[in-house]
């Protein structure tokens, strides 16, 4: 009688390491369209509806840059951050936080023009992202106080903040009521890369960003050191670099890109701060994060898979009625089965006879 | 003795293979009632494998085990216990954080009242005159305390068979002689006793026979009062023993290393720091620091290459510079190199290729990196250069460090720091768990980086590897530092003593490192 | 302060901080164990959305309360095939089991907002449910006296069980657990499913006990405040008690300040509604400046266990 055994590799499978994503997404597409079949739902339609049809349809490619962009700067600094094993699962927050600083700058520039208007929201959204990742990491490295946790109650603080400073002191006095900023002058907002598009200028920047992220990892001493601290912080302390200055740096490049993220997001999609303005981009990275496999260029494909869930999803729901949430059971699927397939790496399923050999007394 | 007697325990033909490796291939001797029954051979020869089967953790692919004559399956530890096998660990397996009670609990199939069990415990430990308080909890006891519960833990199931895995690696000369003293007690009981270990003086003198295991095969079964060590030591190796060559009429020069009144603190709450420590080592010497595990040498080493840095810039100093203050990046740069001793997450990244573990301590002293960039070309060089100048089995500068064996990535650590040429290098355990091979070739290359010139700290609970290499030998417990000793003219009691925290008298120990023990100068 | 108010004040906290303490509860033996499942917040939201439901189409709260706990316990089963079985890293694998429970329940509940259910109430007699002051002891809700009873069970069964011995000995060294026999992932298991169900009766609680609706998300961080929770409670179960009261506490005088009126709507209600949040990391900080240098986590928290066979 056969029966499989896990045999650990001597060496992990390169193969398996890029093969993995792939598998996870497909499992993912069939596992989904069963669930949705078994509710009621057209399962195969909802499939390609969610994964094919934002392909198919050129309209919806520029919502895909669009959305992939957030993603691809997140994730990048995620990955960094997950690489270094420090937990920030706050880029939300820092992400909204980013946005707000960015905002501020925006308003107190109202009306006024100039071309550095735009460069100095970009500072202040990645310096209020750091200032917001910089809480966990002071905490993290004087006190001890696990990052996963103070992160993400600082996420749920952030949203507080949105709301409390679009229904009060960023209030537009011409809003009739509603609870948001006035709209960004000229200056302060993204210009759009094609005219007539969506596709604004983030988009090529989450490429770049992608591209220096990678170059810093593979090749500098300072990915190396967060490679090291991440692998064995023993043997990083022995070869000389500092845990606590390499939480530091985690932190604060992954919730710089998350803040300067938010800064693209609310001068260009949305171009004034609304209490909206929290879309989980920050959650979703971490997806993007390890299905790009901790590694930036991975972050960009990873990153347009997701995003053509989301598209996908909102599409699935006026064309064949799938509910809202329907794209996110689809990515934590993807999730899931990217870490269950991520034992093919380590292992290697083999089969064996269970009579053991000259097992004959 | 009786001779149609079944044999306590008997091997027949115990096979087992692990991927690309056949652990145990065919083996089979057997172990008689009342008698101690050594297991030797070197680390990696497959003796832990074969005593898990024996217990049950493993099974075998092929044999049969028999208890009594009869043929027996062992699915788990709680079967073997059944049958009255019991077994102390090498590493033991206890609860830091639970009371000697709770451990020992543990240990027990039945389920009995904590009371009723504590009044057992006091009269196994009445009756072998040992010494323990079952109310403490784990992580307050000493290595020899620790290494009591698991025998009493054994004891208390009145074991037919007791497997004793490496007992005496963590323990003092002065215990050692106790747990001789229970063991031999236990067997007068009727008790067999399979004894695990690589060390020759011990078997000879503890042993009514032994089963040497060479590769995964037995090599031979005799009895060790008739052979010699280095007889059983060549049996166990293999090939006659290359000794380390040192030319005997070398010269020392100028103090390199001065350290001076080092102390420093304890990093976690049950470590021991280094307190006070005073030494020198000229260039051209081999100075050597012997100590049981876990007084300290650990933390001698953090503070020597910087891991851990001392509040007093003045007292470790380096051709007179000071270093007390310094990291090790700076320190290496200057030409103190060190190696700890745990060679997988601190001396090499298991994950990383073999050239990306020499960017980790050989990128400024090798050029490595420039203006904060890799140069993967010259650390593939550099790395090429130490695989083919220290015979390291490797697939190239590109395999991963987790899939070398043990003496080959520690070949491959010694070298990487060895060809930097440091002006002092520092190292803790250089040989331990390696091949004898290996291990010959390490201590030569520390030998030879010494006439060259270096001075050399070797951190060591091996006594005959210190005899070996060193010139002047100090002994390390509780964190201090005893005044060098001239290796030529030592005495392995004194010694002995001074590794026990006994200072000044003398004691009779029975482990004598003799002239004929393996691997000496 | 008059005394109904302060009685009413009472009432509110120790209500607020159920959900919290049964989550906790569950969480601290999973923990105890060497696992640290952070999908709590997504166990909690799968169990609520159930609970609603069932609440909402047969009106029986126990059974409401039966059926969060199984759907509770079969998402943390997901957590534990993963991390237990295929050693997936768990504190990624926790963080995909709260955004699959944030979808899924959001899937499951797509027709259910906005739909009032009955609130799972007292037992005992109305002369005692109403009573001015005997309503402190009387007038809870089942589910309080459930998690109160936890408490002092998952006390007992870790300091007095063997059972319990053996959880905190695979949590402190599965190896050496392992190599004594037991089963490690076994006990993992079982610790595992436990924290689910409890984690899905902390969400049940929410429409059966605070809010008598379904609404997206509206466990709000409950969870992740009971992972926290355990820290602050150094992995004993008595001190749970302190630390939910505690936080229901900050939830009840949120309630109030929403309610308009006197010194506590001086404060934004926004900073109000962070409050439980800034708190949680407060704690924190407090029990890092307390502990100095020990750590009485268990040796084995968050590390994957693999058998050398």
Redesign the interface.
């Known amino acids: 009688m056969l029966q499989y055994r896990l045999?650990?590799r001597?060496?992990?499978s390169r193969i398996m390491l890029y093969a993995a994503p792939v598998l996870a997404v497909v499992l993912a597409m069939i596992i989904g369209a069963t669930i949705f079949a078994a509710?009621g739902y057209d399962g195969i339609a909802a499939v390609r509806e969610i994964f094919l049809t934002p392909l198919t349809n050129s309209y919806k490619w520029q919502d895909l840059a669009i959305k992939a962009a957030p993603l691809i700067i997140i994730g990048v600094g995620l990955a960094v951050c997950y690489r270094a094993n420090v937990?920030n699962?706050g880029a939300e927050g820092q992400y909204v936080v980013g946005g707000v600083f960015a905002t501020g700058v925006a308003l107190a520039t109202y009306g006024m023009s100039g071309w550095w208007i735009l460069p100095l929201m970009a500072l202040a959204g990645a310096v209020g992202g750091m200032a917001y990742a910089a809480?966990p990491a002071f905490?993290r490295t004087r006190?001890?106080?696990?990052e996963?946790?103070?992160s993400?109650?600082?996420t749920?603080?952030s949203v507080?903040?949105v709301?409390?400073l679009v229904?009060?002191p960023w209030k537009d006095p011409m809003g009739m009521g509603f609870p948001q900023t006035r709209l960004f002058s000229e200056a302060a907002r993204l210009p759009t890369l094609i005219p007539g598009t969506i596709v604004h200028v983030g988009v090529p920047i989450a490429i770049v960003v992608a591209i220096i992220g990678w170059f810093v990892m593979k090749?500098?001493?300072?990915g190396?050191q967060v490679?090291?601290v991440g692998?064995?912080p023993?043997?990083a302390?022995?070869?000389?670099f500092s845990h606590t200055r390499t939480i530091w740096l985690a932190l604060l490049i992954s919730g710089g890109l998350a803040g300067f993220a938010g800064m693209l997001e609310v001068s260009g999609p949305f171009q004034r701060l609304v209490p909206g303005f929290p879309t989980n981009y920050g959650?979703t990275a971490?997806?993007a994060a390890?299905l790009g496999r901790l590694n930036p260029i991975g972050v960009i494909f990873a990153s347009l898979v997701l995003a053509i869930t989301f598209v996908g999803g909102e599409l699935a729901q006026t064309t064949i009625g799938l509910?809202?949430?329907?794209?996110?059971?689809f990515?934590?699927?993807i999730?899931?089965l990217l870490?269950?397939a991520?034992?093919l790496v380590r292992y290697r399923v083999r089969s064996v006879s269970t009579s053991?050999?000259?097992?004959t007394? | 003795m009786d001779a149609n007697m079944p044999a306590r325990l008997a091997l027949e033909g115990i096979t087992k293979a692990f991927p690309g490796v056949l652990a145990n291939d065919n083996v089979s001797f057997s172990v008689q009632p009342g008698k101690i029954h050594a297991l030797l051979g070197e680390n990696g020869a497959g003796k832990s494998t074969l005593v898990k089967m024996i217990y049950g953790i493993m099974s075998q692919d092929a044999g049969t085990i028999r208890w009594n004559g009869e043929a027996v399956r062992i699915d788990n530890p709680k079967q073997a216990r059944r049958l009255g096998i019991g077994m102390v660990f090498q590493h033991f397996s206890l609860f830091e954080a639970l009371s000697v009670l709770e451990n020992i609990a543990l240990g027990m199939d039945a389920k009995i009242p904590s009371r009723e069990l504590e009044k057992r415990i006091r009269a196994v430990l009445e009756t072998y005159g040992l010494k323990l308080d079952p109310h403490r909890i784990v992580s307050t006891l000493s290595v020899g305390e620790r290494q009591r519960i698991e025998i009493v833990r054994a004891l208390l199931l009145s074991p037919k068979l007791l497997i004793m895995d490496e007992p005496t690696s963590v323990l003092t000369p002065q215990e050692v002689d106790q747990l001789f003293g229970t063991l031999r007690q236990l067997a007068s009981e009727g008790c067999s006793i399979l004894y695990i270990s690589h060390k020759l003086d011990e078997i000879k003198a503890l042993c009514d026979s032994a089963t040497i295991l060479r590769g995964g095969k037995v090599v031979a079964t005799c009895d060790p009062a008739e052979e010699t060590s280095r007889s059983m030591a060549e049996k166990m190796i293999g090939t006659s023993l290359a000794d380390v060559e040192k030319n005997a009429s070398r010269q020392f020069g100028e103090p390199k290393l001065v350290v001076s009144r080092l102390s420093t603190k304890s990093e976690d709450e049950f470590g021991v720091a280094v307190a006070d420590v005073s030494f020198s080592v000229r260039a051209g010497e081999i100075f050597g620091i012997a100590g049981v595990a876990g007084n300290g040498q650990n933390a001698l080493l953090d503070a020597l290459s910087g891991e851990v840095r001392g509040a007093d810039s003045e007292a470790i100093t380096l051709d007179g510079h000071p270093l007390g203050l310094l990291g090790t990046t700076q320190r290496r740069k200057l030409g103190l190199c060190a190696v700890p001793e745990e060679r997988n997450g601190h001396a090499a990244v298991s994950e990383f290729t073999l050239s990306d573990n020499s960017v980790l301590t050989a990128r400024d002293r090798k050029g490595l990196v420039g203006s904060g960039l890799i140069n993967s070309g010259a650390a593939r060089n550099y790395t090429g250069e130490v695989i083919a100048e220290f015979a390291v089995k490797a697939l190239g500068p590109e395999a991963l460090a987790g899939s070398l064996s043990g003496g080959n990535l520690q070949k491959y650590i010694m070298g990487r720091e060895i060809l930097q040429s440091p002006t002092v290098l520092v190292v803790s355990q250089p040989t331990w768990g390696v091949d004898a091979g290996a291990a010959t070739a390490i201590r030569q290359a520390l030998v030879n980086l010494a006439a060259a010139g270096s001075a050399i700290v070797v951190i060591s609970q091996d006594l005959d590897e210190l005899l070996t290499l060193s010139d002047r030998l100090a002994v390390i417990n509780d964190g201090h530092l005893s005044q060098p000793l001239d290796v030529d003219g030592i005495s392995i009691e004194e010694i002995g003593l001074l590794m026990g925290g006994v200072h000044g008298t003398s004691q009779e120990t029975r482990i004598v490192a003799g002239d004929d023990v393996a691997v000496s100068a | 302060m008059s005394m109904d108010l302060l009685i009413a004040i009472c009432m509110t906290v120790i209500g607020a901080a159920t959900p919290i303490l049964l989550a906790a509860t569950g969480e601290l033996v999973v923990e105890r164990s060497g696992v640290l499942n952070l999908g709590v917040e997504g166990m909690m939201l799968i169990g609520a959305v159930t609970g609603f439901i069932v609440m909402f189409t047969t009106g029986n709260p126990w059974l409401a309360v039966f059926v969060a706990a199984i759907a509770g316990l079969l998402s943390s089963l997901i957590f534990a095939v993963l991390t237990l079985s295929l050693s997936a890293n768990q504190t990624a694998t926790g963080l995909a089991l709260t955004i699959f429970g944030t979808g899924f329940s959001a899937l499951a509940g797509q027709n259910y907002s906005a739909q009032p259910v009955e609130l799972f109430r007292s037992i005992f007699p109305p002369e005692l449910v109403g009573h001015q002051v005997l309503r402190l002891v009387f007038g809870h809700s089942p589910l309080v006296y459930f998690s109160l009873l936890m408490v002092v069970a998952c006390w007992w069964f870790l300091n007095r069980s063997r059972a319990g011995m053996i959880l905190r000995a695979v949590g402190e060294n599965d190896h050496s657990a392992h190599s004594l026999g037991y089963s490690v992932i076994g006990v993992r298991y079982a610790a595992v499913a436990f924290g689910g169900a409890m984690a899905g009766i902390a969400g049940a609680a929410f429409p059966l006990l605070l809010t008598p609706q379904w609404a997206e998300r509206m466990t709000a961080g409950g969870g992740w405040i009971a992972v926290a929770l355990v820290v602050f409670a150094s992995w004993r179960p008595f001190r749970l008690l302190a630390g939910a009261y505690l936080f229901g506490l900050v939830m009840t005088m949120e309630l109030y300040s929403k309610a308009g009126g006197g010194p506590l709507s001086a404060i934004p209600a926004e900073l109000w509604a962070a409050m439980p949040y800034l708190a949680t990391i407060l704690v924190l900080v407090l029990i890092s400046m307390r502990r100095s240098g020990s750590t009485s986590a268990p040796a084995c928290l968050g590390k994957p266990f693999i058998p050398s066979s």
């Open positions: 045999e650990k001597a060496e992990p509710i937990w699962i809480i905490l006190l001890g106080v696990n996963i946790l103070t993400l109650m600082l749920y603080a507080q903040l709301y409390y229904r009060a090749r500098s001493l300072m190396f490679r090291v692998a064995a023993q043997a302390r022995y070869g000389g959650y971490i997806i390890f509910p809202n949430a329907a794209s996110g059971i990515q934590a699927l999730l899931f870490l269950a991520d034992l053991p050999r000259g097992a007394t």
